[in-house]
C-alpha cells in the first residue's frame, strides 16, 4: 500500500521560504505511473492545487503561484519536496502532497497534510 507523509516546519517567518517534503513508501515500484502533486487548504477555503511533477522532472505550476513555487523529487529515495518563497500569512494552510494520474486530478493516495502557519 502506497503511503506518503508530509515533513517540514509548521511555523514560518513572513519573507522566508516555506519548504515541505513528502515520502513514498510502499508500492514503490508504482509510482512513476503517477504525478507527484501539492495540494493546499487555507482555514475557510476550498482545497487548492499548487502544483506538480512528474517522474522524469517535467512540472507545472498553477499561474496565481508560479513565480513563487518550485517543486523537486528525489527518486532514489521515493520523495518529493515544495519550496514556497516570499510566504505572507495568506500562506497559512494545511498543505498535502498527492499522487495522481492527472495534472488536477483524480488522486489516488494522499498525505495526512501537515498545517504550516506564517507568523512572525
Known amino acids: 500500500q502506497v503511503q506518503l507523509q508530509e515533513s517540514g516546519p509548521g511555523l514560518v517567518k513572513p519573507s522566508q521560504t516555506l519548504s515541505l517534503t513528502c515520502t513514498v513508501s510502499?508500492?514503490?515500484?508504482?509510482?512513476?505511473?503517477?504525478?507527484w502533486s501539492w495540494i493546499r487548504q487555507p482555514p475557510g477555503k476550498g482545497l487548492e492545487w499548487m502544483g506538480v511533477?512528474?517522474?522524469?522532472?517535467?512540472?507545472d505550476y498553477s499561474p496565481s503561484l508560479k513565480s513563487r513555487t518550485s517543486i523537486s523529487r528525489d527518486t532514489s529515495k521515493y520523495q518529493f519536496s515544495l519550496q514556497l518563497s516570499s510566504v505572507t500569512p495568506e500562506d497559512t494552510a494545511v498543505y498535502y502532497c498527492?499522487?495522481?494520474?492527472?495534472?488536477?486530478?483524480?488522486?489516488?493516495?494522499w498525505g495526512q497534510g501537515t498545517q504550516v502557519t506564517v507568523s512572525s
Open positions: 498527492v499522487l495522481g494520474t492527472g495534472v488536477g486530478g483524480p488522486y489516488d493516495y
Open positions: 510502499g508500492g514503490s515500484i508504482t509510482t512513476s505511473y503517477y504525478l
Open positions: 511533477i512528474a517522474y522524469d522532472g517535467n512540472t
